[in-house]
């Protein structure tokens, strides 16, 4: 079994088309042996994994502490490290993450700043996977999102995807921004409201690596020629005061009409979780993917730690 070649996990550029083919068919073991064998059972017998919570989650931290309790590890966790964690006292990021280095074998952090997992890795004796750093990324999100859309396109040559809602404060579509740009012949069309547009660092990212992108304002039309539209949240958190929140959330839905329009083969997905931008009557359309992708988190986590923390 091939090991990663860094120790940390903080960014999905991190992962070229190599290592992202390494992750998925892993993750496709992981799959198959939860449906099967279990023969990975006790894979990581003796690990422990410190799940340190500064903001709020129920997919990724859930589907981490699944994933190492299914290879047989441990967890210690706080889900509320802001409130029950020493940061309530006003103990830095730097010493909480030393302390945690000498009690278990991985971290799994999610905060509220970006730039805060490279911080941690900075001075962390055991590795540190980003799960997702304020408006900065969300690397394993973007994996499982990847590993989704080659699921749904599996001998793809070009494909067609379409972002919608929060681009500007969304981790999410940043991350997977990044790694669309490991694949040849993909266009990206941006579909977002006038005050959460994609930033220029991920324009300027995406030009610089040849990946076509233009941005649009109606999503009725963009819905009918895109291979995938992955959705966003508005995320009220983390706007500012001045800007348009109601506005901005209620400017892009995702219609039963307007899915009615997609291409056949096409894919919904989310990273959720959602408000209103997909109303619940889409989740019976068999395009609706964001449950199997939410799933799919759970064996991309596995093939991570396992990948991070096997010794054999
Ligand atoms: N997609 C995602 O990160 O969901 P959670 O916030 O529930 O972890």
Known sequence: MPTLPWKHVIESQQFDRKLLEVVFRVADQMKADLAGERKYAKALDGKIMASLFYESSTRTRFSFESAILRLGGSVITTENAREFSSAAKGESLADSIKIIGGYADVIVMRHNEAGSAVRAAEVSSIPIINAGDGAGQHPTQALLDMYTIVDAFPDFTSLK????????????????????????????????????????????????????????????????????????????????????????????????????????????????????????????????????????????????????????
């Open 161 to 312: 995807v379409a972002m919608v809602g929060d681009l500007r404060y969304g981790r999410t579509v940043r991350s997977l921004s990044y790694l669309l740009t490991k694949y040849e012949n993909i266009e990206i069309i941006f579909v977002a409201p006038s005050v959460c547009k994609m930033e220029m660092d991920i324009k300027e990212y995406l030009d610089k690596n040849k990946v076509s992108w233009r941005e649009e304002t109606d999503l009725a039309q963009v819905a009918k020629e895109v291979d995938c539209i992955y959705m966003t949240r508005v995320q009220k958190e983390r706007f500012h005061s001045s800007d348009d929140y109601e506005g901005a959330a209620s400017k892009y839905i995702l219609t039963k009409e307007i899915v009615a329009g997609m291409k056949k083969e096409a894919i919904i997905m989310h990273p959720l979780p959602r408000v209103d931008e997909i109303p619940t009557e889409v989740d019976e359309d068999p395009r609706a993917m964001y449950f199997e992708q939410a799933l799919n988190g759970l064996y991309i986590r596995m093939a991570l730690l396992y990948l991070l923390l096997n010794n054999d």
